[in-house]
């Protein structure tokens, strides 16, 4: 058995399929994968995130930190509780891991890395870490939940005016901001869907009733193979398969990421970019849309004019649109149109900038 978060037996309960995701047992889905993602599409869901890990940075020197460690620009947080999304680079220029970080005080941050890449991500902070002094502290005593879709706002919200004062400050929230409170409770206006929603972060014993209490909203739950197909169809790159440490955020199609000024600020990894950038890249990541029967899966191979350019990087069937989609990371010259191996045969695709589905809606 893997490790499980706080909200385990809720998914036996509910009869979820689990599987082993990074070492933790995780709801795959509760019946039907197609029918939760539609929920998120068209009402709400809710996903135990809680394999995620949640880290708070404290010190005189953490923002100088972060100015270093982050390919963008901490600088830009302005205002409490303000987010940001990131890579955090090797020296080569590859991606370790993308992130949020949340600006609480000029003294405080809140980071949240992915599951899989937790030991990576916690030893590659601490070492970066020792010149500036400052305290890491990983937060495993929370849990993390994600209520997703366009009521995911209005359900939380009545579960919310029960609890003391936080609907008020939450149903205020920004795109891309967290609101923080006494008893430990975080909850930020973000998401990993295209839908608008809320992730909340709350102490591991209030993790059940919230969960319970959304769910008596209406609220359905959903697992982690909806999460992929809607991230995907929202043009959201996943870690371990779009980008890695063998990729820089200028081949995964985060090139937006990358804060390029002020010139002086020395980020790790910004040499090897800024190479890139005057070079040019030979690869990048595009998205792909099959127009006639079949899958388009992970690692099957691509094809310009007959000679193979790359491979799927992520690869499903997109419920919101009624066909294949997919990420593949190809030749840099790539026009509008290429080839997919599927099964020995070569099937046509189109070629798409990301994202295909944004609140509810093709966009390709």
Known sequence: M?????????HVQASAKVVDFGGWDMPLHYGSQMKEHELVRNSAGIFDVSHMTIVDLTGDRVAEFLRYLLANNIDRLKQSGKAL?????????????????????????????????????LAWIQKQAKPFAIEINERDDLAMIAVQGPQAREKVHAVLSKLGDKKAQVSELG??????????????????????????????QDACQFWDDCVAQGVKPAGLGARDTLRLEAGMNLYGSDMDETTSPLESALGWTVAWEPAERNFIGRDVLVEQK??????????????????????QLVFIDGLEAGEITSGSYAPSLGTAIAFA?????????AKVEIRGKQVDVRVVKPPFVRNGKAVI
Request: glycine share 10%; proline share 2%; hydrophobic share 35%.
């Open 278 to 299: 005057a070079n040019g890249v030979k690869r990048k990541l595009v998205g792909l849309v099959l127009e006639e029967k079949g899958v388009l899966r992970n690692h």
């Open 175 to 204: 795109q891309f901001f967290m609101a923080m409170f006494e008893d430990d409770w975080a909850i930020a206006r973000t998401g990993y869907t295209g839908e608008d929603g809320y992730e909340v972060m709350l102490p591991n």
């Open 2 to 10: 893997g490790k499980q978060t706080p909200l385990y037996d809720a």
């Open 85 to 121: 999304y990131s890579c955090m680079l090797n020296e080569k220029g590859g991606v370790i891991d993308d992130l949020i970080v949340y600006y609480v005080n000029d003294t405080f941050y809140r980071m949240v890395v992915n599951a899989s890449t937790r030991e990576k991500d």
């Open 329 to 337: 990371r190809v030749s840099a010259d790539v026009g509008e149109r």
